[in-house]
């Protein structure tokens, strides 16, 4: 049994003050258009956006992931606010592959699910697998060095890429 905790990244402020200094700038570009027509609408929805990504970055940043592997499966567990919920529970016979990727958002995986709690885009790997019904799934997440040596250990040679 192995278990891993991906704690939310600490420096949501960061992006946060960076949300705010492009937003400023976007204002400060409109402010050379006020005689355009949809200045004021342009001008609400930038801040309206930005409202919504401070609180979306605020409430990402009180939750972190837990990867746990226990014989030949994989739990993927959340924690928001001392609340754990099991999100998924992945057979190892079943993946088909695990890749390392870059690709931090979820169009580039299709319909697939996101269990990352860092900016770290380097140590990203995509799984796909199928599950009783044969149904291929595709999640993106961040396992560290152990855990990636015993999913090595768990699964043929062929199945992971790095």
Same mark, same amino acid.
């Given at each position: 049994?192995?278990?891993?905790?991906?704690?939310?990244?600490?420096?949501?402020?960061?992006?946060?003050?960076?949300?705010?200094?492009?937003?400023?700038?976007?204002?400060?570009?409109?402010?050379?258009?006020?005689?355009?027509?949809?200045?004021?609408?342009?001008?609400?929805?930038?801040?309206?956006?930005?409202?919504?990504?401070?609180?979306?970055?605020?409430?990402?940043?009180?939750? =972190? !992931?837990?990867?746990? /592997?226990?014989? $030949? @499966?994989?739990?993927?567990? +959340?924690?928001?606010? &001392? *609340? %754990? #919920?099991?999100?998924?529970?992945?057979?190892?016979?079943?993946?088909?592959?695990?890749?390392?990727?870059?690709?931090?958002?979820?169009?580039?995986?299709?319909?697939?699910? =996101? !269990?990352?709690?860092? /900016?770290?885009? $380097? @140590?990203?790997?995509?799984? +796909?697998?199928?599950? &009783? *019904? %044969? #149904?291929?799934?595709?999640?993106?997440?961040?396992?560290?060095?152990?855990?990636?040596?015993?999913?090595?250990?768990?699964?043929?040679?062929?199945?992971?890429?790095?």
């Amino acid at each position: 049994m192995y278990k891993q905790e991906m704690k939310a990244h600490p420096n949501f402020l960061i992006l946060i003050g960076f949300s705010i200094f492009v937003s400023l700038m976007a204002l400060a570009v409109l402010s050379f258009l006020k005689g355009w027509l949809y200045y004021s609408e342009t001008e609400a929805a930038i801040i309206l956006l930005n409202f919504i990504y401070i609180i979306k970055a605020a409430l990402s940043s009180q939750h =972190s !992931y837990i990867y746990r /592997l226990v014989g $030949n @499966s994989l739990f993927i567990k +959340v924690i928001k606010r &001392k *609340k %754990e #919920k099991l999100l998924a529970d992945i057979d190892l016979s079943r993946v088909c592959s695990i890749k390392k990727t870059r690709d931090s958002l979820l169009h580039s995986i299709g319909n697939g699910r =996101s !269990y990352v709690a860092e /900016l770290d885009f $380097n @140590s990203r790997y995509k799984c +796909v697998y199928r599950d &009783k *019904k %044969e #149904k291929t799934h595709t999640f993106i997440f961040q396992p560290d060095n152990q855990l990636m040596k015993l999913l090595k250990q768990s699964l043929d040679k062929n199945i992971i890429k790095d």
